[in-house]
């Protein structure tokens, strides 16, 4: 699956990791950047860059990162198309999946445990959507989306 990955300078490690652990399990990983260390940068461009390249490739997905991945998951969601959630841990990764078919994982560094990222991102790539009434749902949310785009 091709994954594109984001961060903004406060995500900038932990995305060298997410990038490790993505081609590790044989992913082809897409990195709009930051790419520079230590260099503040506003997180919304990056956000952008990640939903729209997910939104144009059919089957891909995105990964955001950032110190609480609030930012990230706001700018990303203004992107038509893009369903970009916050995750802190495994249960919530799986459910983002199954109940939202969710199309962006958003991971902030400060508020999550380091050593349960592999396994959430594990279950977040492998969980299908569950469709029947979460289908319903998703599709409520899509006419919002339409409805703002007129």
């Not at 506003?42 to 144009?56: A, E, F, L, M």
């Not at 950032?66 to 841990?89: D, E, F, Q």
């Not at 991971?107 to 991102?121: A, R, S, V």
């Not at 569950?130 to 599709?139: A, F, T, V, W």
Request: proline content about 2%.
């Amino acid at each position: 699956m091709k994954i594109f990955v984001g961060s903004d300078h406060r995500g900038f490690q932990l995305k060298k990791k997410v990038d490790e652990i993505l081609r590790g399990m044989g992913h082809e990983v897409v990195d709009v950047g930051t790419h520079t260390e230590g260099v503040d940068c506003d997180y919304p461009q990056i956000s952008y860059k990640v939903g729209t390249q997910v939104v144009r490739n059919f089957g891909s997905r995105g990964i955001l990162l950032c110190m609480t991945g609030i930012g990230h998951s706001i700018a990303a969601n203004k992107v038509p198309g893009v369903y970009a959630t916050l995750v802190y841990n495994k249960e919530a990764a799986q459910l983002s999946r199954k109940h939202n078919d969710s199309n962006v994982l958003v991971l902030g560094t400060k508020f999550l445990d380091q050593e349960n990222i592999p396994e959430i991102i594990k279950i977040w790539l492998t969980t299908e959507f569950e469709g029947g009434r979460h289908l319903r749902r998703k599709e409520q949310i899509q006419n919002i989306e339409r409805e703002f785009l007129k």
